[in-house]
């Protein structure tokens, strides 16, 4: 089963990534620490000084407790020194206890101290870290609006301040916004800006740890959106770079081999899934163990270890290395119970299940993939509020009502001037002229909304009546359908009839051949019409539900299909439930279903193939599997085979007759039903078609079924 997978874009791990910001922190000018400037005191950098030495031991509970206290004692904190304290307090519940709401008071008061800057530069510097600060609160609250603006006030700063610095974290940000959201290549162009802006501030600045690390990560984040974007030799040219990068720069930072060590590993991890895509699997696996070996040490980056031992467990499944696929799991559940790790989590499961897909545990591995499903249900669910919104039409509001701001200051200033030479007789003219002008510019302006409004009108009546239009044309082809299917199947039955008779019939080999040859087609062209009023009916006649014992009814499409699959040489297992379990249902569309799975398990398995039906009872719920070992469905055709009249189409491996409607009805069933079906395939190996049904609910109180929620499978 071939399912979509999150990615993430490479950060630094949590204890590194908070370290380099609070080397930021104590970033500040030395040689001016007069408080009347608001610069940072001897006192205040002792302090910091000090608790980054804590921080740095792995302790850092421990440092915001010194850093708390001793703040405490400062006797004339300035404006930095508290803009400072702030920042420290924030950055540890922010990034490192994900306290959001906390973080975001911090950030609030970073603000409220940035507001009070006596110069410019302390302004420029403070203001824009202060939202971005504030804005990666909102974010994570997923207050998506509020963080955007954020975002735009620290860019502002940083365009109109000339803050480089500034300008690098925005586009950062930017690029990290269009990766989630999946626009790669609008993702690549924002780092690549960031960069250069770093690249910018390195060479005007003392080189320092925290420029050079951005730096790199910014080299294989642009690795990334060029592996996603299908780019691959791209993605291998920037993914080289940040190796190279890490290479030239390492001698500069003797002490930071740790850190250093755990970049190579996460570029090593982000590599190996572009050599997948090029199909070079033992390259892939060779980098994988490389990053594994790295941060799965203890005080690495075990996070980025345990997504690439889900890429390596992908792998080890596709390459059909089943034994050491169940060892990594194995492993990498001991750690999971250990480092949390949701995306990690939900991967973990969707192994397993395969894995026991391929050795025929069902049980086992519907279990597994239902707990996937639940996990990744949850997790697109939080990102689908992020894909929701419009960060470029957010960002060119705040833009335009900047514009606007500005105007409207420029306004109040014209008003003054005004105000002040109101004494002078010739300026009351003016003043009365410019107000008729505008008068009548606003009297333009709205006629000319109002014409606007009248077409708006105008195309919404075209449009609803084209509506209309569609769908008595939609009705309209379906009762010719009907009718059309229902004219042909008399004289089309009265064919096939006629030729079964004849071909009972003496007549020369090469007459009965082409007898038996009318008389396939005439039974084919039947079964044809009747899926096809079968599908034109389901919408419009309601299920006679009724409650059906669900063992007997499968037991009952199984027999009486145990003939035809004796046809082919094939044998069909059967594994029910301990107990009858009752489902309100329609018998005859769901026996339709199930009868339909299994004949096509029949179709497309080999003479002499064996087929697995099983029910059980899961989480409230009756799924019944049909598995075969037959050619199973390509991944192109994967997205089609439910959709009526789909060229997934294949013929039997004998040759049988497809028409691409089966699959298509039994969708329309099972939604009808309030269930559920899905499949598993793989090319060459086999198929196993799911389908899932809620259990009778009747002898429950109808109170309590209202506190209840089933979730769907």
Same mark, same amino acid.
């Given at each position: ?108 008061? %970073? ?64 690029? %990290? ?11 690549? !162009? ?75 590993? /996460? ?167 410019? /107000? ?47 009718? /059309? ?15 079964? %008779? %004849? ?33 034109? !009916? ?74 697995? /039906?099983?029910?059980?009872?899961? !989480? ?63 090319? !060459? ?29």
């Amino acid at each position: 089963m071939k399912l979509i997978k999150a990615h993430r874009v490479k950060i630094l791990t949590r204890h590194v990534w908070l370290y380099a910001f609070l080397i930021i922190l104590v970033s500040c000018d030395k040689k001016n620490t007069r408080k009347d400037t608001g610069e940072y005191s001897d006192e205040y950098l002792a302090v910091q000084t000090q608790a980054d030495k804590i921080w740095a031991q792995n302790k850092i509970d421990e440092s915001l407790h010194f850093m708390d206290s001793a703040f405490r004692r400062l006797p004339n904190p300035t404006i930095n020194d508290r803009f400072r304290f702030y920042a420290f307090n924030y950055l540890y519940y922010q990034k490192l206890k994900f306290n959001f709401d906390k973080g975001l008071l911090y950030a609030d008061s %970073m603000l409220a101290m940035a507001k009070s800057s006596v110069t410019p530069k302390q302004y420029s510097m403070n203001f824009a870290e202060a939202n971005f600060a504030r804005g990666d609160s909102y974010f994570e609250l997923k207050q998506f609006t509020d963080a955007y603006q954020s975002y735009y006030q620290g860019y502002l700063t940083g365009k109109n301040y000339v803050n480089l610095r500034a300008l690098a974290d925005y586009t950062y940000r930017m690029g %990290m916004i269009m990766y989630k959201k999946g626009h790669y290549k609008l993702a690549a !162009n924002y780092f690549k800006d960031s960069y250069k802006n770093n690249e910018t501030e390195h060479l005007n600045a003392k080189p320092d740890f925290v420029n050079f690390y951005r730096r790199q990560e910014l080299l294989d984040n642009i690795g990334l959106s060029y592996k996603h974007n299908n780019e691959n030799d791209s993605a291998i040219v920037y993914f080289d770079k940040a190796l190279k990068f890490i290479e030239e720069n390492a001698r500069y930072f003797p002490d930071r081999k740790l850190h250093l060590d755990m970049a190579r590993g /996460v570029v090593y991890g982000n590599m190996s899934e572009t050599y997948v895509q090029k199909g070079l699997n033992a390259e892939a696996i060779a980098l994988l163990k490389k990053s594994i070996a790295i941060n799965l040490q203890k005080g690495y980056d075990n996070h980025d270890a345990e997504l690439s031992e889900v890429k390596l467990g992908q792998l080890y499944l596709a390459t059909h290395q089943d034994d050491l696929l169940y060892n990594l799991l194995g492993n990498l559940r001991n750690q999971l119970d250990t480092v949390k790790n949701p995306d990690a989590e939900a991967d973990y499961y969707r192994l397993l299940g395969n894995y026991y897909v391929k050795k025929n545990e069902l049980k086992k591995a519907i279990t597994h993939i239902q707990r996937y499903n639940v996990l990744k249900d949850s997790l697109l669910q939080r990102a689908s509020l992020l894909m929701e919104t419009d960060v470029n039409q957010q960002l060119a509001n705040y833009e335009k009502q900047h514009e606007i701001d500005t105007l409207s200051n420029d306004n109040k200033l014209q008003v003054i001037y005004l105000y002040v030479s109101i004494f002078f007789a010739v300026m009351a003219l003016i003043i009365v002229f410019l /107000v008729y002008r505008n008068w009548k510019r606003s009297k333009k302006d709205v006629q000319t909304v109002h014409v606007l409004n009248q077409q708006i009108n105008e195309q919404n009546s075209i449009l609803e009546k084209a509506l209309n239009e569609l769908n008595v044309s939609s009705q309209e082809k379906d009762r010719i359908l009907r009718t /059309v299917a229902h004219d042909l199947r008399n004289p089309i039955g009265g064919i096939a009839s006629l030729t079964t %008779m %004849m071909a009972a019939d003496d007549y020369t080999e090469d007459q009965k051949e082409l007898i038996n040859l009318v008389k396939e087609t005439s039974y084919n062209s039947l079964e044809l019409i009747n899926e096809i009023l079968e599908a034109t !009916n389901l919408t419009s006649v309601e299920l006679n539900l009724e409650l059906v014992e669900i063992n007997s009814l499968v037991s009952n499409s199984v027999e009486l299909l145990r003939f035809k699959a004796a046809e082919k040489g094939q044998t069909i297992l059967l594994e029910t439930l301990d107990k009858q379990q009752e489902l309100h249902i329609s018998r005859e569309k769901i026996w339709r279903v199930i009868s339909n799975l299994i004949s096509n398990a029949i179709k497309f398995s080999p003479t002499s193939g064996t087929i697995y /039906v099983k029910v059980a009872e899961i !989480n409230g719920k009756i799924i019944i599997a049909v598995k075969d070992n037959g050619i199973g469905i390509p991944d192109k055709l994967k997205d089609q085979v439910f959709n009526m009249f789909t060229s997934a189409q294949r013929p039997g491996t004998s040759g049988e007759k497809s028409f691409g409607l089966g699959l298509s009805i039994c969708s329309q069933i099972m939604e009808k039903h309030n269930g559920k079906i899905w499949f598993e395939s793989d090319a !060459n190996i086999g198929t196993t078609f799911f389908i899932s049904l809620r259990l009778a609910r009747h002898n429950i109180p109808t109170d309590l079924l209202q506190q209840v929620s089933v979730p769907m499978a």
